[in-house]
């Protein structure tokens, strides 16, 4: 049995998170690779070092003296050095290396990268195990897209000479020879990318949350966890703003059928949230997960006898691509076809794509309606469960909101629904109140 095991920035923001971290490699000798994030906050309010170092570059870049920031910076480091007991071991050149760099070629990557570099070194003498640097295994193509057939060779071959070792999260080496790192969170990918290279029976990671829960628990009070979810309702459900793990995170290792789990560092007895390819286990509820946003705008277009123009589709939607504007859903009925789009990208250029249309499509009349919120309710219980719809539409009766718009995706996977901003949060808590029950 081989595990890799990330752990987030709140699970490593100080040495106390650190011995705990330290324990749970401890616990399970499977548990051989390491992916560490840099130092998150340590209290709310607090400062995550990607942003300190993000902050050292902007000024860097605008000429100023970087000294005060890197010693704030370095004080974070030097108090999880001095808390572990590290003797022997300091930052002290890797600092000197840092602040030249940003005297004389400040990079943005490269010093965001710095925090995962930094506690990766640390933890690799806390456990004394072998350092990999990310620089050296992970490679990205030229249009900064990971560079997967390159990335899983090199890491292999790496992972191949140690049998325990330690990869920072969060970047590698970019096509121009420098520094590259993923998007924010992206030490998740790093993890998943490890875990497809060595082949890993499970890849854990390890956050300050036992896993993902089935509403947002800012909307719904102490909302009960998921324990099994599979790769596809997860990335519908962190599409719709449900967020624990990086969205490119499931890629590398749903590709090789590697289960991830989610587990929670300051409560290693729980269980956590499995992310799976398939599973047999009966969920608990018809539905995995509801999640939603607010923002969208429709667009309904109408024109007689649509249903019978060959072509009309195509016709309205290349009005949207000819203003660069993507969209997220089209539901249709006999003469009208609606348009789901972000309200923030089409506001700007709402009168362009109208006009668009007209000059494309003719229709009879185009309206817009703004300040709708998406709802996905999503389910891989709900092909096989009766009656789905029948509960939810009647639970969002019962708490009066108004459903604007439905769309079921084939897949049965999930089921969308279209309320007014206003109605957002009473959606979601009428939702939940159906399907799982107890809230007040
Ligand atoms: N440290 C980086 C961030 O704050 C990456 C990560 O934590 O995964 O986004």
Known sequence: MKKVVKFGGSS???????????????DDESRVYVVPSAPGKRFSGDTKVTDMLLQAYAMAAEGQDVTEQLAAIKARYDE????????????EPDFAVIAKQLAEDPQKDYTASRGEYLNGKIMAAYLDVPFIDAFDVIFFNDEGNLNTYKTERQMRAALEEHERAVIPGFYGHGKDGNVKTFSRGGSDVT??????????????????????????PRIVADPVGIKF??????RELSYMGASVLHEDAIFPVR???????????????DVGTWIVESTGQKPDYVVTGIAGKKGFCTVLIHKSMMNSEVG????????FEDCGISFEHMPSGIDTMTIVVHSEEFLPKEQQVISAIHRLAKPDSVEIESDLALVAVVGRGMR????????????????????????????????IIGVKNRDFESAIRAIYKSFVGGVQ
């Open 80 to 91: 999880i050095i001095e808390g572990l007991g590290l003797k022997n071991f300091t930052l």
């Open 229 to 234: 979810i599979t790769y596809r309702e997860l």
């Open 312 to 319: 009309f589709g195509r016709k309205v939607l290349q009005a």
């Open 255 to 269: 590709h090789c059928g590697i289960p991830i789990n989610i587990r929670n560092t300051n409560r290693p007895q």
């Open 191 to 216: 993890g998943s990318i490890v875990a497809q290279a060595c082949k890993a029976d499970i890849y854990e990671n390890w956050t300050d949350v036992s896993g993902f829960l089935v509403a947002d």
């Open 384 to 415: 096989s469960a009766s009656g789905t719809a029948g509960k939810l539409f009647s639970g969002l009766a019962e708490a009066k909101v108004n459903v604007r718009m439905i769309d079921q995706g084939s897949s049965e996977l999930n089921i």
């Open 12 to 26: 490593l923001a100080n040495a106390e998170q650190f011995k705990k971290v330290g324990q749970i490699i401890h």
